[in-house]
């Protein structure tokens, strides 16, 4: 039994590509990444927000 992700990764792949994670960065970096790696999304979420509120907008105010 395989738990297929994105693109047909299996678990498998998930624990190496986490491991070699760990050994590259080390466990005190991970935290730092991910916090940065959550800043980021949030960043790009508030942006496509902006972008859909800037396109509903626009045909409003041609419509003036």
């Known amino acids: 039994m395989t738990t297929m992700f994105i ?3 299996g678990m498998q792949e ?3 590509i986490a491991l070699v994670v760990l050994l590259f ?6 935290p730092e990444l991910m916090k940065g790696l959550g ?6 979420k ?6 859909e509120k800037d396109i509903k907008e626009k045909p ?3 419509k003036k």
């Not at 800043?39 to 790009?44: A, D, M």
């Open 7 to 9: 693109g047909g990764i």
């Open 25 to 30: 960065f080390g466990g005190k970096k991970i």
């Open 14 to 16: 998930v624990l190496l």
């Open 46 to 51: 508030e942006g496509m927000n902006e972008m």
């Open 39 to 44: 800043k980021g999304v949030r960043s790009f």
């Open 60 to 62: 409003e105010e041609e």
